[in-house]
């Protein structure tokens, strides 16, 4: 149903901040912080350690998605099994992020109708990724890499959109931009802690609008 809006919002907006390890009670107040800023497409990750229940994590997506409905694209990071999938679908998550490539994940992601996003960093295992139906490949760590890696992938792989993740910020963007990424995947520079742990949620929005106002 909302497959292809959030692959136009993804060209679009570019921009999918990365919530994670965020306290339940400062979700909302958050999101809304980034939402006024100008973000419009979120991912909230399950927790590869076990600390925080698979569970929890779908009950704040769907906390989320409740919300903020319509004004916002929520979906699932660090995606690792087919039952996180299903977790995300449930809680009414749009799409499904994973750090590494699995089969079966974009798979399941793909025929529950969300947009799927897997990790991958080798031209072979990009082509891989995008030939399991992939909707957009994740290049991570992307930071390490470099725009020029990005622009050399391109040059054989046209075919395939690649968001950049990992070491993203404002002043890198737009080489990213001209390499030929599709999007970006930012966590920490605009969910920062400080500014989150001094529940300074003005600070929170004036970040959110730099990093906009670098794509617009």
Do not use: W
């Not at 800023?37 to 979120?42: K, N």
């Not at 769907?62 to 995606?79: E, Q, R, S």
């Not at 799409?95 to 079966?104: D, G, L, R």
């Not at 990005?150 to 990213?176: F, Q, R």
């Amino acid at each position: 149903m909302f497959y292809s809006q959030v692959c136009e919002s993804i060209e679009e907006e570019k921009i999918i901040v990365i919530v994670r390890n965020v306290e339940k009670e400062k979700l909302i107040p958050l999101v809304q912080a980034m939402y006024d800023g100008g973000i419009r497409l979120l991912e909230v990750t399950f927790d590869a350690t076990g600390k925080v229940s698979d569970e929890q994590t779908a009950a704040n997506i769907k906390m989320l998605v409740d919300h903020f409905g319509n004004t916002m694209h929520i979906g699932a990071g660090t995606v690792l099994s087919t039952k996180q999938v299903e977790l995300t679908h449930q809680a009414g998550g749009r799409f499904i992020i994973s750090p590494n490539t699995n089969a079966e994940v974009i798979a399941l992601t793909r025929k529950l109708g969300m947009v799927s996003m897997p990790g991958a960093v080798t031209p072979t295992e990009i082509q891989q990724a995008h030939e399991l139906g992939a909707t957009f490949v994740k290049l991570f760590p992307a930071g390490d890499l470099g725009p020029g890696y990005v622009k050399a992938v391109k040059a054989p792989l046209s075919h395939i959109k690649l968001t950049a993740v990992g070491g993203i910020h404002d002043g890198n963007m737009p080489d990213y931009i001209k390499a030929g990424a599709a999007g970006f995947g930012v966590g920490a520079n605009i969910v920062d802690k400080k500014l989150l742990e001094a529940e300074d949620y003005d600070g929170i929005r004036e970040l959110a609008k730099r990093y906009v106002a670098v794509i617009k």
